[in-house]
Nanobody, 121 residues
Framework: QLVESGGGWVQAGGSLRLSCKAP???????????MAWYRQAPGKERDLVAA???????NYADSVKGRFTISRDNSRRSIYLQMDNLNPDDTGVYYC??????????????WGQGTQVTVSS
């Protein structure tokens, strides 16, 4: 089970940093794993926000390019999502996931429980 943290409420134009940590029992597989952040807005499907490969290559949804940055620290079994210049359309539950595939198509394998992000105008 992956554990997210860092969500909350922020005004438009503000920033938040989300964290996701893998439990110790999957330490041996975290470093070689591709990881991603997904977002589910109210009444909508869960969509990919950003992904990072085991080698550090990244890809982003068009809606967040230039505003969000995904990163990872294998020594901490963690990935992060720095979100800047937030707007109300970024509101939703953000989920961390272990994924398989490539930048054209990622398939989630394991989910976290999610963390709520609310951006007010």
């Amino acid at each position: 089970q992956l554990v997210e943290s860092g969500g909350g409420w922020v005004q438009a134009g503000g920033s938040l940093r989300l964290s996701c940590k893998a439990p110790r029992d999957i330490l041996s597989v975290f470093a070689p794993s591709d990881m991603a952040w997904y977002r589910q807005a109210p009444g909508k499907e869960r969509d990919l926000v950003a992904a990072i490969t085991s080698g550090g290559a990244t890809n982003y949804a068009d809606s967040v390019k230039g505003r969000f940055t995904i990163s990872r620290d294998n020594s901490r079994r963690s990935i992060y999502l720095q979100m800047d210049n937030l707007n109300p359309d970024d509101t939703g539950v953000y989920y961390c996931a272990k994924v398989r595939g490539n930048s054209q198509s990622w398939t989630p394998q394991t989910w976290g429980q999610g963390t709520q992000v609310t951006v007010s105008s």
